[in-house]
């Protein structure tokens, strides 16, 4: 059995600048059919074009019936920054 000393080190989180853009999307919970990837910058804009594709696409008149039930996707990097050294960060490549 080994033994491990443990330190409480203090973290801050915030936004992640090098992360990829901020990014909402809806998917159908019916058939995965997925809404296009946003054009609008920010979340208004993003929101309102993916509720603006989930309208849309219960508007058809499917096969098997209306198609009414979405999730939505907000997807946006955070950045972790501890107050002291904890040792060398991994290598991160945005989107991979
Ligand atoms: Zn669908």
């Given at each position: 059995?080994?033994?491990s000393?443990?330190?409480?080190v203090?973290?801050?989180?915030?936004?992640?600048l090098?992360?990829?853009?901020?990014t909402?999307?809806?998917?159908?919970?019916t058939c995965?059919?997925?809404?296009?990837?946003?054009t609008a910058?920010?979340?208004?804009g993003?929101?309102s074009?993916?509720q603006?594709?989930?309208?849309?696409?219960a508007?058809?008149d499917?096969?098997g019936?209306?198609?009414?039930?979405?999730?939505?996707?907000i997807?946006y990097?955070?950045l972790?920054?501890p107050?002291?050294?904890?040792?060398?960060?991994?290598?991160?490549?945005?989107?991979?």
């Amino acid at each position: 059995m080994t033994r491990s000393t443990y330190r409480f080190v203090d973290m801050t989180i915030g936004p992640d600048l090098d992360a990829e853009p901020y990014t909402a999307r809806a998917t159908c919970a019916t058939c995965g059919e997925q809404s296009p990837q946003p054009t609008a910058e920010g979340p208004t804009g993003q929101h309102s074009q993916a509720q603006r594709w989930c309208r849309t696409h219960a508007a058809i008149d499917h096969p098997g019936g209306r198609h009414l039930h979405y999730t939505a996707t907000i997807t946006y990097g955070w950045l972790i920054t501890p107050a002291e050294d904890i040792g060398p960060a991994a290598e991160y490549e945005p989107g991979g």
